[in-house]
Each structure stands twice: as C-alpha cells, then as structure tokens.
C-alpha cells in the first residue's frame, strides 16, 4: 500500500514497521524540532535515503490533492501537532497513533499526567482522523499495566513499543480493522501540563516529590532548593522524622542534594542549573 507519514522520531518506528511490511511511502512530512525535547533527524535521514519530499509545513488541501496525485492510499500520522480535515475528499484512509488508551487521555501529550496521576493502566490507540483532535473510530489498541515507579521514560518506552506491535498488524489488514473500527464515545482531554504541574513541592510527601520528578523523567521536572532554581531528572528518598522545614537542604555532597520533605528526605542525584529564557522551560 502506498502511503505518507506525519511524524518526527518520537514514534518514528511506526513509519519503519510500515516500510518492513512492504509498504511504499510517497511523502513525509515533519515539523520543526528544538533538539532538545523533540527530535526528527532520524525520520528525516530516513526519508532521504528512501529520496522522498520531504515538507516542514501544516498539512493543506493542496499537499492532500497532491498525495491522491501520488497515487497516496493512506497517511499515517505519529506525533504531528497541526490537525488536518478534507483529507477524505483525496485519501481511502487517514490514522492517527495517540499515547493514550482512548477515548482516556485525549490532548496534546498526556504521558506527563498519567504518571502524576500514579495510574495502573495505560495504552497506545490507533484511531480515523477526524475533525476534532483524538475522536475518530478505533481501529486498534494496546493496553499495558503500569508500575508503582512508573517514570515519563518507562512509559514513553511502552507506548513507543506498543506503536510498533499496532503498526505492524495494521500494515497487514488496514481495510479490515477499519471497516469494525468503533467509536469512541464520549471521553476525557487532558490539557498540556502546567509549569505549577511541573514544579516540585517539598511540602508533599516524600512519594509525592517522586512521583513528580518520575512524571518528567529526561524532560525534568523544575524546582527550587533554597535559593537556587535547578532541573531535576533523578532522585530517590526516604521517610523518616525530622524537625526540618520542608524545603530546606538539609545535606550536600559532592553534586548530591538532600532535601528535607513533609514525612522524610529526598536526595537528588540528577539535576542542572535553571538557565532562564531557555527553551527548557517548556
């Protein structure tokens, strides 16, 4: 089947599980990346070396008329931030990879919310593009169990494994799954996380303060340890009384920071200077 890929390299092992089932990709078309938090070199090299045009802008009717021109049966989109409508005027399919077990966690990046939110179940969902973001019909879905230290990492590896499984199976029998695809229903968006979200607060326990900065995993989590505003990616702690204010840096060695919590300590072992007006902040 001859196709087109939306993506960058965050799911970027959908477009090659498409590529080892056979088929033949017409078109890629990506989105500027920071290189920090998000990446696209890889899925770019790849579509040069496969000698494909390659398009940077939002998706229009125009780009939809020339996939159908291109003889396009379907566009696969796996992390591509503008919505696209029409495309059913030019293309017989049109899905979407979303890290989410929908119709549960709709929006833009909900991986940061489900660790927040400890739960013991995620999933990866492929689904029809619609008008609305994250709504179409289920064509196919993976659930996974989440563990008690799940991080952004752990997850973002679940779902990026899970895309992998999906795509390949698909790549096998599209028309199938999409003629017993189901709706979704009614569901729930998550918006995208807050900086308030991100920050730690040491007056929580020292499970909270954990969970937290798993949340964030590589992207960080930001926080304030006395007068010092830093990134922090990893910690570990432990309860015990104390007569501390939470907050407080109780014990430093070397690049280790221990910091006083509500019910313990918490030592943060990974960890990088604020630098403001960088495009860490997110």
Known sequence: MRFAFAGIDFLGDVFEAFLARGWEPVKLFSRPCDSIYDFNDVT???????????????????DLAGLKAMGCETLVVAGY??????????????????????????????????????????????????????????VAQQR???????????????CQMAAKTLAAEIALDLPRLWAAARP??????????????????????????LRTIRAFGSIEAFAQIESRYVYVWEARGWEEPHRYRPGTLAHRHRKHMV???????????????????????G
Request: proline share 10%; charged share 15%; glycine share 10%.
């Open 81 to 138: 931030p503008w919505l696209i409508t029409g495309w059913e005027r030019y293309i017989p399919f049109a899905i979407n990879f979303h890290p989410s077990p929908l119709p549960v966690g709709r929006g833009p990046y909900p991986l940061f919310q489900a660790v927040l939110d400890d739960l013991s179940e995620w999933g990866m969902t492929v689904h029809a593009l619609e008008p609305a973001f994250d709504t179409g019909a289920i």
């Open 259 to 281: 910091v006083a919590v509500r019910d313990g300590f918490v030592q943060i072992g990974g960890w990088s200077p604020y630098a403001p007006g960088s495009a860490r902040q």
């Open 144 to 158: 996974f169990a989440l563990t008690g230290a799940e991080s952004h990492d752990t997850l973002l590896s679940k």
């Open 184 to 209: 979704q229903g009614s569901g729930t968006y998550w918006p995208r996380v807050t900086q308030a979200q991100r920050t730690v607060s040491w007056n929580g326990s020292v499970q909270d303060v």
């Open 44 to 62: 770019l090299s790849r579509a040069r070396s496969l000698r494909l045009p390659v398009q940077m802008s939002r998706i229009l009717p125009p």
